[in-house]
């Protein structure tokens, strides 16, 4: 089983703080890109200018629906997600069979059952209250990207019609290389292990799924006193003011593959948390202990 049905229910509460805390993480992006645009001493080496960047796609999720384009070229994506909506969205974005489609998913979904093998997750950007930056190399082929989140009457906004089928073309042009990671984020059943201590700032992770089952993470910077137990328990049930704002991640890779997240992290406490249901019990992988308190100073 890689697919949840439990993922973050907002309630308005949450949202409206998260609409105020996302511009301040909106804030600390836009003067860390001034600090970036300062003329920088260093001379660029000729080789970089010629690799290729990777290809840009952004992603607007409202309620509910995907405003993203249809056709996307092969190769290094970023897929640059922000929200319009009231409620939180995400992209769980599946590889899918040649001949199969975003009915496929829905038939799947409405029919029940283990996630079938004709579809592949390949990872995209989580919930957050800014813009998540997320980037993987896409084979091209059928893909269907569709949002998983439940509203608070407790259906998944795929079944409201929040889904896409995107195809990705071969592409002709040199395979840009991998963004540079200054730490990298191993996903393991049941831990969130890193390199090396998170300091505030913007960073570039590269996420592995060391397996052997299908791996998310959602995180979320904690309010004051709040836990990451007082973060999963909200998510299970939103009641009163929120402990913490949403700040992305990504949604399920399987074991073997590593993406990258583009994060500015403010210093202070956040809740490391993983939804996905387990393939032996069918709790959440949070039960078996993958939810983790992460500093930031
Ligand atoms: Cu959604």
Redesign the pocket.
Known sequence: MTLSVRRIAPSRALMLRAMVAGSLVLGASSADAQAAAKPSPRVVAPSRAIVAAANVVNIV?TD?AFDMPTSIPAGLTTMRLSNK?K????VYLVKVEAGRSSKDVIAWLKAGGPPPKWMRPVGGPNASAGVTEFTSTLAAGSYVAF?V?PSPDGVP?VMKG?LKDVQVTPSTTAPAAPPKADVTLTLKDYDFVFSKPLSPGKHVIAVTNAGPQPHEFFFAKLAPGKTPADMAAFAEKPAGAPPGMPMGGITDILPGDTVYLTVTVPAGEYAFICFDPDAKDGKPHLAHGMIKQISVK
């Not at 409620?87 to 995400?90: R, T, V, Y």
Request: glycine letters at 10%; proline letters at 0%.
């Open positions: 999720t509910y909506g409620e939180l969205h995400h949002c989140i906004h929040m």
